[in-house]
């Protein structure tokens, strides 16, 4: 993995305090697959093109038109560093550098640089500017993402014991209540309906514990909102080629007239 010599100038800096551990930060910053999905207001589609234990490289399309670019990340985690280059497309030569800071057991400081191939000064500015908006967005999408998973992986998986039951209502309310989330022995899962019948799922991607609650339903399935992993909402099956599947949902029946979830056997 190469780059080209390209004379650049330090447009700006943005600095925060992200609220996750190092450990979070890094797994993210090594985590192609999330681009288009967690950042699908910024990036229609990513390719991975090839990757190693210092990074990848990636084909990345951005929102409203801009030709596709070709992005290389390669991290320094010794020292806490890694630098994203615009290998090919537009701004190509561009590189932001970032370095992280351990500030406390889940919080770390990030200063991220802007070294552009440009000698104007005005734009740089401008680009400056644009760059600072872009990555303030991009990381706070991220940081909530750390942090979720971050709170989800401090809580050990249960499952639902066969013939644990909840009563979740009358039929009536039940259906005016869809989706309707519920918790069964400490389990979360929802209620959906599909072809007129009230299914369960489980509202956890079992790939990075991502929030599966608020998923459209669409044609049978979920989709995760960091990976865009699908799966089928009866079957828990993933959609996607992966080897994964949600968590065994329980049986959702009707019994003199209210809806019961129960632990499968």
């Known amino acids: 993995m ?7 100038a330090l447009a700006g800096i943005y600095a925060r305090t992200v609220e996750a551990s190092l450990d979070r930060i890094w ?49 320094d985690r010794v020292n806490g560093q890694y630098v994203s280059t615009t290998l090919a497309g537009e701004g190509a030569g561009t590189e932001i550098r970032v370095m992280l800071t351990p500030l406390a057991q889940h919080r770390t400081g990030v200063q991220v640089e802007f070294h552009l191939p440009e000698s104007d000064k005005g734009r740089l500015a401008r680009l400056a500017e644009a760059y600072r908006a872009t990555y303030e967005r ?11 998973r971050e709170a ?11 013939g644990a039951s909840i009563d979740l209502g009358t039929v009536a309310a039940v259906r005016n209540a869809l989706p309707l989330g ?34 459209q339903v669409e044609h049978g399935a979920v989709r995760c909102p960091w990976h865009g992993y699908s799966f089928d909402v009866r079957s828990g099956r993933c959609l996607s080629g992966q080897a994964l ?15 019961l979830a129960v632990g499968r056997a």
């Open 152 to 162: 989800a992986l401090a809580h050990p998986r249960r499952t639902v014991p066969a």
């Open 27 to 75: 797994e993210n910053v090594f985590d192609w697959e999330h681009l288009d999905h967690l950042h699908e207001s910024s990036f229609t589609r990513c390719e991975l093109i090839e990757r190693d234990n210092a990074g990848w490289r990636v084909a990345l399309t951005f929102k409203g038109g801009a030709p596709t670019q070709i992005i290389e990340l390669r991290a």
């Open 245 to 259: 599947m949600l968590a065994a949902a329980p049986t959702v029946t009707v019994v003199n007239g209210r809806v």
């Open 2 to 8: 190469g780059k080209s010599e390209v004379k650049l």
């Open 138 to 148: 991009l990381w706070d999408e991220d940081e909530a993402m750390m942090r979720h």
């Open 182 to 215: 519920f918790e069964l022995s400490t389990v979360p899962f929802r209620v959906v309906e599909l072809d007129g019948a009230l299914v369960a799922h489980a509202t956890t991607c079992p790939h990075w514990l991502g929030p599966l609650s608020d998923a």
